[in-house]
T-cell receptor
Framework: NAGVMQNPRHLVRRRGQEARLRCSPMKGHSHVYWYRQLPEEGLKFMVYLQKENIIDESGMPKERFSAEFPKEGPSILRIQQVVRGDSAAYFC????????????????FGPGTRLTVT | GIQVEQSPPDLILQEGANSTLRCNFSDSVNNLQWFHQNPWGQLINLFYIPSGTKQNGRLSATTVATERYSLLYISSSQTTDSGVYFCAVVNTGTASKLTFGTGTRLQVTL
């Protein structure tokens, strides 16, 4: 059973360009989470999606960032007009079941995409 | 939001030594996970342990949810144990987002 897959593993963009990061969850998982890790810091939650729905985007910057998880295909994290401060590792995680309230389930992480903005 | 504190922030061990890492959290949780981030940046799941005790080889973990802390034990440490150890929790009643601690950076020397 393949784990969470992310691509590309490394991405270099010039300031002002767009970055697209892809995440394929584990087989059978329909819940996807994106986290960002700035250099020398811990991971910070960005967004939680289920198929075709954004459940919680409280960690997403208000501008330039968007995420989707279509019915078919991987989840995409899109950053428009990148700036140097967007340089970070972006991790995707998936979990198998719906959660909320009193229930929560283990999240499995992908290898991350390291974005460098020059 | 929930606060997650880890101690110690840095730890240097000789190979073969044992260590205990601590994670304190400020509110009730229904998910607690321990991760190892290796020197290449990969995040490895160690334990899913919202309560109780688990063991996996040289590693074990205990979470006492009522007292809002978790402990990660590493026995007979090896150089491959080096990296950063993160504790992460989901606050009960929230929509599953993990809140990470600041990590414990472990260096195991020969």
């Amino acid at each position: 059973n393949a784990g969470v897959m992310q691509n590309p593993r490394h991405l270099v963009r010039r300031r002002g360009q767009e970055a697209r990061l892809r995440c394929s969850p584990m087989k059978g998982h329909s819940h996807v989470y994106w986290y960002r890790q700035l250099p020398e810091e811990g991971l910070k939650f960005m967004v939680y999606l289920q198929k075709e729905n954004i459940i919680d985007e409280s960690g997403m910057p208000k501008e330039r960032f968007s995420a989707e998880f279509p019915k078919e295909g991987p989840s995409i994290l899109r950053i428009q007009q990148v700036v140097r401060g967007d340089s970070a590792a972006y991790f995707c995680a998936s979990s198998p079941r719906a959660s909320g309230g009193a229930e929560s389930y283990e999240q499995y992480f992908g290898p991350g995409t390291r974005l460098t903005v020059t | 939001g929930i606060q997650v504190e880890q101690s110690p922030p840095d730890l240097i061990l000789q190979e073969g030594a044992n260590s205990t890492l601590r994670c304190n959290f400020s509110d009730s949780v229904n998910n607690l996970q321990w991760f190892h981030q290796n020197p290449w940046g990969q995040l490895i799941n160690l334990f899913y342990i919202p309560s109780g005790t688990k063991q996996n080889g040289r590693l074990s973990a205990t979470t006492v949810a009522t007292e809002r802390y978790s402990l990660l034990y590493i026995s007979s440490s090896q150089t491959t144990d080096s990296g950063v150890y993160f504790c992460a929790v989901v606050n009960t009643g929230t929509a599953s987002k993990l809140t990470f601690g600041t990590g414990t950076r472990l260096q195991v020397t020969l």
